[in-house]
Every structure is written in structure tokens, then in C-alpha cells.
T-cell receptor
Framework: GAGVSQTPSNKVTEKGKYVELRCDPI?????LYWYRQSLGQGPEFLIY????????DSGLPNDRFFAVRPEGSVSTLKIQRTERGDSAVYLC??????????????FGPGTRLTVL | GQQLNQSPQSMFIQEGEDVSMNCTSS?????WLWYKQDPGEGPVLLIA?????ELTSNGRLTAQFGITRKDSFLNISASIPSDVGIYFC??????????FGAGTRLTVKP
């Protein structure tokens, strides 16, 4: 079956602009995660959805970052008034979280965001 | 920021050699995972550990969940060129909040 897909693969924008990054999780996965990965670092947790609701958004760096998952499947990460420091690879992952299933997050290829 | 200390940061080894890397944390985890990331791709899960003391193998890879629940190691035996990449440890306490180490960059010389 298809894995996690993310679009666009690359996004170049200017400082101050608004961007949206999309994630299509694996079909049937109820949990969805967003991470940010800076050069030379491991992924850093941003937000976790269980179904349509954000169960944990403690990793969002500030109120310029927002994410939605209105129908419990596709998710969009939105960044307002982008800053050069937002440049990074944004990774999405999904997992099954039914009781009795082992925890395993499957990652997409990421969206490389460059803010000029 | 990162909560896990992963070492070494990088390794340069000869094909056929064994490799060992580890992670330590100041807090306990219920799950330890090891991922490999190739350029331009997302991390791919190699091994997942769910119980303190657990030792799990996946082909040439072996990983252990430390007894204190604050550390884990990954061993790769008889390395081959395709083992090149960045290896990340990750720990989770509640199974939905996963923290990653900074990665170990492995280079294998033929």
C-alpha cells in the first residue's frame, strides 16, 4: 500500500509570506504527527493528532504555526509570517493507535522549506 | 530541543567491521526506537524496543533497551556499503511523544 506522502517536496518562499504544507497519512492510520528537522539534527516534535483533534501541540514553537486535520485524514501545517529560522525539513508521520497494536510511526519524505 | 544524547556523532569504518552507537537520556522512556535516514527521505524504523532489558535483532542489527530505561544501544555487525546513512535513536514515554537524538552519521569505506 501507499506510504505517507507530503507535498510539496520543496518550497521556497520569502520572509513574511504564508505557507501550507500537506501530509497524506497511510490509509487507516488514526494518529498523525508533524516534526521539524533542522540541518544536522534529529526530528523535533511539533504536534500530534488523534483523529481530527490535536492531542498534543506542545512542540509548536509559537503562534505563527498551526496545523489542522479536519476529516481525520489529510493534515495541513500552516506557517504565517515566515522567518528565515523556519527553514528546515518538515516531516509528517502516521501510526495506528488501536489498543493492542505496537507503536510504530511511518514517516513521509518531508517538505524542505527554505525562507529567503 | 533534543533531550537525548546520542554518540558518536559520526563514524568512519571499513566494510566488514562492526559498529556500535548508543543513546542516553536524563528521563526514563517506555519505548526506545532506532531509525535510519537516507538523504532526502524520512526516517525508516529499524528496531523498536518496548521493555526494559529487551534485546532485539533485525538481521545484522541488534538493539537493547537499557535496564534503567534511560539508555539504548544499536549494534551493526559486518557492515556493508548500504549501511551508510544517519542513524537516530528515539525515546517515548507515552507512545505519542517521541524525542529524537541528534543522529550518528555512518560512513562505510569499501
Amino acid at each position: 500500500g501507499a506510504g505517507v506522502s507530503q507535498t510539496p517536496s520543496n518550497k521556497v518562499t520569502e520572509k513574511g509570506k504564508y505557507v501550507e504544507l500537506r501530509c497524506d497519512p497511510i490509509s487507516g492510520h488514526t494518529a498523525l504527527y508533524w516534526y521539524r528537522q533542522s540541518l544536522g539534527q534529529g526530528p523535533e516534535f511539533l504536534i500530534y493528532f488523534q483523529g481530527t483533534g490535536a492531542a498534543d501541540d506542545s512542540g509548536l514553537p509559537n503562534d505563527r504555526f498551526f496545523a489542522v486535520r479536519p476529516e481525520g485524514s489529510v493534515s495541513t501545517l500552516k506557517i504565517q509570517r515566515t522567518e528565515r529560522g523556519d527553514s528546515a525539513v518538515y516531516l509528517c508521520a502516521s501510526s495506528l493507535t488501536r489498543a493492542g497494536t505496537r507503536y510504530e510511526q511511518f514517516f513521509g519524505p518531508g517538505t524542505r522549506l527554505t525562507v529567503l | 530541543g533534543q533531550q537525548l544524547n546520542q554518540s558518536p556523532q559520526s563514524m568512519f569504518i571499513q566494510e566488514g567491521e562492526d559498529v556500535s552507537m548508543n543513546c542516553t537520556s536524563s528521563s526514563i522512556f517506555n519505548t526506545w526506537l532506532w531509525y535510519k535516514q537516507d538523504p532526502g527521505e524520512g526516517p525508516v524504523l529499524l528496531i523498536a524496543l518496548y521493555k526494559a532489558g529487551e534485546l532485539t535483532s533485525n538481521g545484522r542489527l541488534t538493539a537493547q533497551f537499557g535496564i534503567t530505561r534511560k539508555d539504548s544501544f544499536l549494534n551493526i555487525s559486518a557492515s556493508i556499503p548500504s549501511d551508510v546513512g544517519i542513524y537516530f535513536c528515539a525515546g517515548s514515554y507515552n507512545n505519542n511523544d517521541m524525542r529524537f537524538g541528534a543522529g550518528t552519521r555512518l560512513t562505510v569505506k569499501p
